[in-house]
């Protein structure tokens, strides 16, 4: 029967695995979706954004990587019965390895919504450019069919 220490570390290794796969799979995506819209000029934006949210992702699988690592170290720590954190001379919970480590983990999950957002609204945001570029080719469209027989510099009846 597994103990509640055995349990915790499966939970945390399943979390980073978790943290790795959503930051990895999302530049996977990215980097496969990205040829498709490099060098388009009605794409521009969008590409642009695509690299941000890479660069995003990145963070986030260099922040899970560390708290992988800080886990450990945070393991450690408990086990030698270190010093606890102290915050404004006041003695925290746990050893302050600890704290990095959740802090690497939050911030491994705010770069995969971050990158997530940046490309939803670039997204958004190349949509409308795309109507508003429809649209004024039908409003163009219309101004000739209104003129269609009238001469290039005549003048009127």
Known sequence: MPTGVEIRSNIDTENVKGLLLINGGGAIALLTFLPSVLGKPEYVLLTRCIAWSLFCFQLGLVFAVLHNHLRRRCSLAWDSRGPK????SK???????????QLCMILSAIGFVVAGGIVFFGALQTID???TIVSQSKQQNTLREEMPNKAIGSVPD
């Open 129 to 131: 450019q795309q109507q």
């Open 91 to 101: 003695e925290l919970l746990e050893p302050c390895v600890c704290y990095w480590s």
């Open 85 to 88: 954190c102290s915050f404004r």
